[in-house]
């Protein structure tokens, strides 16, 4: 499981720079004005044998203009979900009362705290010491800019990663990660499956602060369902709300074996709705598209398909997840949502024989060739899955330069056809064999 790292600090001492160096893009705008980044920034990052999640927030101030109390709303609820803060300081400035009430903030969370002294261009003449005074630990100097003493800092926050996080290992139970929005009815779908007369339940003690898994087992069969709707009253805040929910989302996905993305049926899809699908889908989990509310919506014949032509617009990089109606406040079609959601495992842990795939290779090939690039033709000479979950192909082909994209989608279409491939992604990753062109 990937741990949370949250950097914080005040404004304009180059938090986003840091977070750009530890990512490797520039991913965060970067200015030299304060308060320049108004929202929490997620990203994966990745070092040495770990893989984690950081987030980026705005500078943490004690003014009273709503654009400050809204940035440092967000930071706190940064700090709230992350497992390894990271309070960045200003070695040209020094030590400030905003640092001293930072820190003090820092104390109260019994989280690993790790201190970055950025801007430090000379580390001989550096005043880093000071900061021992915050009482965070051993200051680290860095300079996030030039990428100075980087990989020291980043032992730091790796070694402070708890271990119970890192190494959490989950059973073999289906596990269906219930996300989207808040208030499109995630814990009521979560209730309504747990309170149903043939389901039986039981809590599971969870390492991640705040989660709220419910093992379910409904005809004779387990399931746990992973609720991302159990946020605190105090973060209730506008749109601090709203962006609490991805990271949320993004831990429940990582846990999943199929995520559910709830839908609002009387909104839509909304622009959220796509940020939060689009998480799901980069981590290649199997996914199933649920309108939930469906019992408001007045309907006709054409209604349901109405519907589904318009999410399969906004959401066109899910094509291949079904889509299901249900009423959690009714009950209606939710335990058709565990059926699914076992067929749809299934098909992500599919495994297709060697012999078959390069079969209809050979087939997809001869009915339609590919078109010559650059004056060659591209030969494809052989394909193996090289794993599952979800199901992934390696293509070996003379030269990885002549595979149009519009090709490499028609060869996927083509699996999707002749192999059951409902609501998981395809990967399909090209090898140029060696000694041919």
Known sequence: MKPILAIVGRPNVGKSTIFNRIVGERKSIVDDSP??????????????????????????????????????????????EADVILMVVDSNVGVTLDDQKISNILKKTDKPVVIAVNKTDNF???????????????????????????????????????????????????????????NVGKSSLVNKLSNADRVIVSPIAGTTRDSVDQKVIYDDKEYILIDTAGIRRKSRVGDALEKFTIIRSLRAIERSNVTCILIDAEDGVTEQDKKIAGYAFENGKGIIIVVNKWDLIEKDGKTMKKYESDIRDELTFLSYAPIIFISALTGKRIFDLLKLADRININCNRKIETSVLNQLLREIVTYNPPSREKGRNLKIYYGTQIRVAPPSFALFINDEKLMHFSYKRHIENKFREAFDFEGTPIRIYLRNKKGEK
């Open 35 to 80: 308060g320049v980044t108004r929202d929490r920034l997620y990203d994966e990052a990745n070092w040495q044998k770990y893989n984690f999640i950081i987030i980026d927030t705005g500078g943490i101030q004690w003014e009273k203009e709503d654009i400050s109390k809204s940035i440092t709303k967000q930071t706190q609820i940064a700090i709230e």
């Open 124 to 182: 001989q003449k550096s005043n880093y010491y000071d900061f021992y005074s915050l009482g965070l630990g051993e200051p680290i100097p860095i300079s996030a800019i030039h990428g100075g003493n980087m990989g020291d800092l980043l032992d730091a926050i790796t070694d402070s990663f708890p271990d119970e996080i890192v190494n959490e290992i989950y059973d073999n139970t289906l596990k269906l990660a219930i996300i989207g929005r808040p």
